[in-house]
Nanobody, 131 residues
Framework: QVQLVQSGGGSVQSGGSLRLSCAASGYTYNYCMGWFRQTPGNEREGVAFIYSDDSTSYADSVKGRFTVSQANDKNTLYLQMNSLKPEDTAMYYC??????????????????????????WGQGTQVTVSS
């Protein structure tokens, strides 16, 4: 069993920065951990992910602006969000799963960006970016 507790988030003006944290407890070895976001009436969207070998993957919309990382003990997941835009406004959720979901290609392993397969979720935190 994995418990995820989120912190961070809030309101910021366009161009600003925020950092989200997600503290994991229980069984903390997870093949994949990552961040999703969701706006009212829309599906949950994958944002940034980190595989157990520390390889990362990002949605195209956040590449170059967001950075996902883990603490050395793998118990805390972070999302550093820079150059925020109003379209980044959403409820952000961290997610983890001991068994993936992941895939591999010639570059190595990577976590899937679909909510399916992630069985453990944080409580969500609101990020609001004003123009």
């Amino acid at each position: 069993q994995v418990q995820l507790v989120q912190s961070g988030g809030g309101s910021v003006q366009s161009g600003g920065s925020l950092r989200l944290s997600c503290a994991a407890s229980g069984y903390t070895y997870n093949y994949c951990m990552g961040w999703f976001r969701q706006t009212p009436g829309n599906e949950r969207e994958g944002v940034a992910f980190i595989y157990s070998d520390d390889s990362t993957s990002y949605a195209d919309s956040v590449k170059g602006r967001f950075t996902v990382s883990q603490a050395n003990d793998k118990n805390t997941l972070y999302l550093q969000m820079n150059s925020l835009k109003p379209e980044d406004t959403a409820m952000y959720y961290c997610a983890a799963d001991p068994e993936g979901p992941y895939n591999s290609d010639s570059d190595g392993y990577y976590c899937l960006h679909t909510p399916l397969g992630y069985n453990y979720w944080g409580q969500g935190t609101q990020v609001t970016v004003s123009s």
